[in-house]
């Protein structure tokens, strides 16, 4: 594997081999039952679709003022409006989402007042991060055949080429729709668009 796919699959390499041992050890270090494992971890998902749409919207597309802050949101964000179809960065680097998984782990921690529990609701995390990265790189690489793929396709691209200041979600509209950035993909769309890109 050359230095450069390794660099791209870092994260999920890195955060698959972390939940897994992390997993183990909650589950030898205590006993709880399968439906609070399960309920802490379909929290770690939901709550992924939280920090994705807060991510997405407020400090992706930042309104920065100064050029150091312009050249920030770029490179973090916009470079990828300007070239979606790059396949440079194919995941999150480490270097930006460790600090945000390491901060949702000490936030879960302090509140849960329980290790194993922080594990569980980071696994969900994780769940929630992987299929955010295969839904966005099958929106912009892939032909979905699932009608709901091909729905989230459709509402990301719109979100580029149409309305950049709405359509955040990209595993769920849910949190548009919670937030008041929701619209339809069938409003003011053409099939055209979603299919070029």
Known sequence: ??????????????????????????????TRSLTSILFLCLTGILTWGLIE?????????????????????????????????TMDDLFTSLRLSLPIALCYCLLAWALMRSWQAMV?????????????ELLHFQAHHRAPRLRVLRYLKKYHLLH??????????????????????????HRN??????TQH
């Open 189 to 194: 769309s053409s099939r055209s668009t979603a």
């Open 120 to 132: 569980y609701l980071f696994i969900g995390l994780m769940a929630g991060y992987f299929s955010y």
């Open 1 to 30: 594997m050359d230095r450069k796919v390794w660099k791209q699959f870092a994260p999920f390499f890195f955060y698959t081999l972390l939940a897994l041992g992390l997993g183990v050890a909650a589950t030898i270090s205590e």
């Open 160 to 185: 580029h080429h149409k309305t950049p200041t709405a359509r955040f979600g990209v595993t769920s509209p849910v949190f548009d729709y919670i937030f008041g950035t929701f619209q339809s993909p």
């Open 53 to 85: 749409y807060g991510l997405h919207r407020l400090v992706f597309h930042f309104d920065a003022q100064s050029q150091k802050g312009r050249r920030f949101v770029y490179a973090m964000h916009l470079s990828h409006h300007a070239n979606p179809k």
